[in-house]
């Protein structure tokens, strides 16, 4: 049996970067990855946006962590070269009934530390967004794009400089808690088995079924996971507008089918929202019409022939159908009581934005 101090369970974004601030905390760290490569899920299938940490409850972890995360991650890609552009947004309400909406936003802004949030009228809007409809705008300045894949390239790569390690095709099938530490059985329960002292649980989209895994685990401490697929259609030819456009929000906790660009400046819309049981990334053509209807009440002009499928995503959350959206859930050993496993449920938007602080959280947390 090999003992390593520390293991990370999943190479997406969250995991990658919890992976890098523990190996740069002196701790040694070994990556396991059931995929072929880091990222193929939600980490890269999402909108790549940088987001300023005005739409999450007051207080709430993803708050703290995504205005905190922000920050951090603009600092970081203007010293490692990685692709961004602080392009802006606009958040739209395109009635006079969906201003409270907007409203409800900027008050969270400001509870979040968020001061920036310009209010234009629809005029001041259709000037900076001519193809624009709308009565009021928010606008959030600090919001923006990323080559999520170059950031994720960068995380793993530091990791790596402070030691770290990745196994690929590692799927973890069991974990034990023992007096030495914590056995984990990969590729089956006859295959390698590894201990470690420390157990950081990001498996994204299985994190439910890892900590299933783990023996006596006491199952009050594992949320319901339920999958939550969002697809995205783009738009051949050049971008209706030069910033991001969010339509206000509808209840529920979904921010709606949005516009946001590529790095390149093309035009992508999405992402909607359906409940499914499997994990399957198919676009249906079909989710045109709908995704058309919903643009065009901030886009008029739209031209549905240029929208084409582009790909799909799916968010691993801890809310179901008609409940509201729920924060991050990273428990611990003072937590669930298991000593040296932490692990990480819903973690979702503002994931991406947030992975630099929660990087530095989980580590502190399993020191």
């Known amino acids: ?76 890609c203007a010293e490692r070269g990685i692709s961004h552009r602080r392009c802006g947004k606009f958040t739209v309400a395109t009635t006079e009934t969906q201003l409270a909406a907007l409203e409800k936003i900027e008050a969270n802004a400001r509870a979040n530390g968020v001061f920036d949030l310009e209010w234009l009228e629809g005029s001041e809007a259709r000037r ?42 590692a799927k973890v099938t069991s974990l034990r808690a023992t007096g030495g530490g914590i056995e984990i059985a990969i590729n089956g329960e006859s295959a390698a088995v590894v201990r470690a002292r420390t157990v950081v649980n990001s498996a994204g989209l299985q994190a439910d079924r890892v900590a299933a895994s783990i023996r006596d685990f006491p199952a009050q401490f594992i949320p319901k996971v339920s ?10 030819g ?19 089918i949005h516009m946001t660009l590529d790095l390149g400046g093309a035009a992508r819309f999405g992402p909607d929202s359906e409940w499914v049981q499997s994990l399957n990334y198919a676009v249906d053509p079909q989710r045109r019409v709908l995704f058309a209807e919903a643009i065009r009440q901030y886009w008029p002009g739209l031209p549905e022939a240029k929208l084409y499928p582009a790909y799909a995503g799916i968010r691993p959350r801890i809310s179901g159908p008609g409940e509201a959206a ?8 003072e937590d669930h009581g298991v000593a040296g496993v932490v692990n ?21 947390m399993a020191d």
């Open 344 to 364: 990480l449920f819903g973690m979702e938007s503002p994931g991406l934005t947030a992975s630099l602080a929660l990087g530095e959280y989980i580590a502190a």
């Open 1 to 76: 049996m090999n003992d390593v101090d520390c293991i990370v369970v999943g190479a997406g974004v969250i995991g990658l970067a919890a992976a890098r601030s523990l190996a740069r905390g002196g701790r040694e760290v070994i990556i396991l990855e059931c995929e072929r490569h880091f990222g193929m899920h939600t980490s890269s299938r999402n909108s790549e946006v940088i987001h300023a940490g005005i739409h999450y409850e007051p207080h709430s972890l993803k708050a703290r962590m995504c205005v905190a995360g922000r920050d951090l991650l603009y600092g970081y």
């Open 128 to 169: 900076a967004e001519p193809e624009l409809e709308c009565v009021r705008a928010l606008s959030s300045p600090s919001t923006g794009i990323i080559d999520s894949h170059s950031f994720m390239q960068s995380l793993l790569a530091d990791a790596e400089a402070n030691g770290a390690n990745i196994a690929y095709g």
């Open 326 to 333: 729920r924060d991050f859930c990273i428990s611990g050993p």
């Open 227 to 236: 999958f939550a697929k969002g697809s995205y259609f783009a738009l051949s």
């Open 238 to 256: 050049a971008s209706p507008f030069s910033r991001l456009v969010y339509p206000a929000p509808p209840p529920g906790g979904h921010l709606g």
